[in-house]
């Protein structure tokens, strides 16, 4: 079954504007299937296979023969040296646009050599699973399902592929993670020990939505601060966290310096804390930073899919009041608070009170509680409770 992706129209507009596109993110969040079903007239490569790869890197020019523009190439970084060929191709067709839409899962190595390569001349977008919408857009699933279920099973589109005999979620996430751990940590990480890493991405999972602190996840699992400043990498280049920084203005004033951590696929962040049902999860002391992932998560697609000059922070001043959210947007401040309740109470909005007491009323589009409720309603003056599940307009 194919769910609708909100970013499909964009996808076009974005490649009759550049000469090459760049599709990255995660493996199996839908890249290669979504550029496919976009642009069918396309050649597709894939340059996970060995043989593509070995003509790209070695025999260019035949490979262009064989493959000529417009063309799909499938995880472009298994052919890192074939980019400055891309480059001369552009350039020597000047004008002419949608000539390469690039997809790869491992950030860090691609947009070295898209920087390299490819500056001024290529579109880059990060793409994840399923948004909340695209997932409630699909009606035959979401009819069957509730919002609980989404955030616990997750968003990868094959976990939905199949409504009326749904992919076992625990199995398809053991295998996700083995193929994970053996694939793309392997090449972008000499990790002698793959069961350390996997304990490592297991107590990440379990400080999801808190400060992260490298000496003490380091400690916990047996590893050094740098090591474990470099396993974050690792788990930040492949698409699978997101670190939120603290917003840096007034940078002497604030008691945060460190990022706070997030999973792109809240399915996976829960699968690696071991829960194995939606009701276990959600009677858990976990259910409320899961929840914040969610929302914050869903914001992350926004910026990347729709607000692409939005930028996304925390806040927490010396005295612990904190903002989950704040999003910069045309020089001013949306403040989004996550409370996993229907009815949030004014001691849950004392936080972006403080903000807005720190910055000033003028700063501010507007300020909002991301909670479980169907129905917004106002809290406060300029601070509305609205449901969590979904994004909203800036």
């Known amino acids: 079954m194919w769910i609708e992706r909100q970013i499909t129209r964009e996808l076009q507009r974005i490649a009759a504007a550049f000469p090459a596109m760049v599709l990255t993110g995660p493996r199996q969040v839908g890249k290669t299937s979504l550029l496919e079903r976009t642009f069918p007239d396309y050649t597709f490569v894939s340059m996970d296979s060995a043989e593509n790869a070995e003509m790209a890197e070695t025999r260019p020019r035949d490979f262009l023969l064989r493959y000529p523009p417009p063309v799909i190439l499938d995880e472009i970084q298994y052919a890192p040296t074939f980019f400055r060929h891309i480059k001369t191709t552009i350039d020597a067709r000047r004008g002419e646009n949608g000539l390469f839409l690039l997809t790869?899962?491992?950030?860090?190595?691609?947009?070295?050599?898209?920087?390299?390569?490819?500056?001024?001349?290529?579109?880059?977008?990060?793409?994840?699973?399923?948004?909340?919408s695209e997932w409630s857009n699909a009606t035959v699933i979401s009819e069957k399902s509730d919002a609980e279920d989404?955030?616990?099973?997750?968003?990868?589109?094959?976990?939905?592929?199949?409504?009326?005999?749904?992919?076992?979620?625990?199995?398809?996430?053991?295998?996700?993670?083995?193929?994970?751990?053996?694939?793309?940590?392997?090449?972008?990480?000499?990790?002698?020990?793959?069961?350390?890493?996997?304990?490592?991405?297991?107590?990440?999972?379990?400080?999801?939505?808190?400060?992260?602190?490298?000496?003490?996840?380091?400690?916990?699992?047996?590893?050094?601060?740098?090591?474990?400043?470099?396993?974050?990498?690792?788990?930040?280049?492949?698409?699978?966290?997101?670190?939120?920084?603290?917003y840096y203005r007034s940078l002497g004033k604030r008691l945060a310096k460190s990022p706070k951590l997030y999973f792109t696929d809240t399915g996976l962040a829960?699968?690696?804390?071991?829960?194995?049902?939606?009701?276990?999860?959600?009677?858990?002391r976990d259910a409320g930073a899961v929840f914040e992932n969610h929302v914050i998560c869903q914001w992350l697609r926004k910026k990347h899919w729709a607000s692409p000059a939005a930028t996304l922070w925390y806040w927490r001043d010396r005295a612990g009041h904190e903002v989950d959210?704040?999003?910069?947007?045309?020089?001013?401040?949306?403040?989004?608070?996550?409370?996993?309740?229907?009815?949030?109470?004014?001691?849950?909005i004392t936080g972006i009170k403080k903000l807005i007491e720190f910055y000033g009323r003028d700063a501010f589009h507007h300020a909002f509680v991301a909670c479980t409720t169907e129905e917004r309603f106002d809290i406060a003056d300029g601070i509305t409770a609205t449901s969590g599940f979904t994004t909203w307009d800036l």
Do not use: H
Request: proline share 4%; net charge neutral; with cysteine.
């Open 270 to 284: 829960v699968f690696l804390m071991g829960y194995g049902s939606k009701e276990s999860l959600w009677q858990s």
């Open 325 to 348: 959210l704040l999003i910069e947007y045309d020089g001013k401040l949306t403040a989004v608070e996550c409370k996993r309740s229907q009815k949030p109470s004014p001691r849950d």
């Open 104 to 132: 790869g899962s491992q950030s860090f190595p691609l947009m070295e050599a898209v920087s390299d390569s490819l500056a001024g001349r290529a579109a880059v977008i990060q793409f994840l699973g399923l948004s909340s």
């Open 150 to 246: 989404f955030i616990w099973r997750g968003g990868f589109p094959e976990l939905w592929a199949t409504p009326d005999a749904p992919v076992s979620r625990d199995r398809w996430y053991q295998g996700y993670l083995a193929t994970y751990l053996e694939r793309d940590v392997r090449s972008l990480l000499n990790v002698t020990n793959l069961r350390d890493f996997e304990r490592f991405i297991r107590a990440c999972a379990a400080r999801t939505a808190q400060t992260l602190n490298m000496s003490e996840i380091g400690r916990d699992v047996g590893i050094s601060a740098n090591a474990a400043r470099q396993w974050i990498s690792v788990l930040e280049a492949s698409g699978q966290i997101l670190l939120l920084e603290p």
